[in-house]
């Protein structure tokens, strides 16, 4: 099977320690990942956002040395969508990259909309993080 692939990535001025501990957090995703929603809660130790699409369930990769944010979002249908997600240190910066890739049956244009709510939240994280404290 071939699966498009995308990758969306924005340059952060500030160390990757630093974007990857507020990224890797999930209670943070509200203020940076519309595409998540507008909310997220713990219950029995899941994160469960309240997302466009209904309930979602956001489980992140253990925390680690590497800036690895891959994260699976279990759909309310019951689909789990696997989403690589990396922090790359740059030169005192970082630059964040996604992997959007299609899943079966996903439009061109449906596709060219998740690259766009992708492409807003890592600009969202960018702006949040550079933002002069």
């Known amino acids: 099977m071939t699966t498009t692939s995308r990758h969306i990535s924005a340059w952060i001025a500030r160390p990757a320690a630093e974007v990857y501990e507020f990224a890797r957090r999930p ?3 509200p203020s940076w990942a519309a595409g998540l929603g507008t909310s997220v809660e713990e ?4 994160w469960v956002a309240d997302s466009p699409m209904g309930h979602v369930v956001v489980s992140f990769a253990p925390p680690n040395d590497f800036g690895v944010l891959d994260h699976d979002v279990t759909l309310p249908s019951g689909e789990t969508v696997s989403n690589p997600m990396r922090v790359v240190p740059d030169d005192g910066g970082s630059e964040v990259v996604f992997t959007l890739r299609r899943r079966p049956g996903m439009s061109d244009d ?4 998740d690259a766009a709510a992708v492409a807003a939240d890592l600009a969202t994280l960018k702006a949040l993080l550079e933002r002069p404290a």
């Open 43 to 46: 219950v029995d130790g899941r």
């Open 27 to 29: 209670s943070n995703l």
């Open 110 to 113: 449906d596709f060219a909309r």
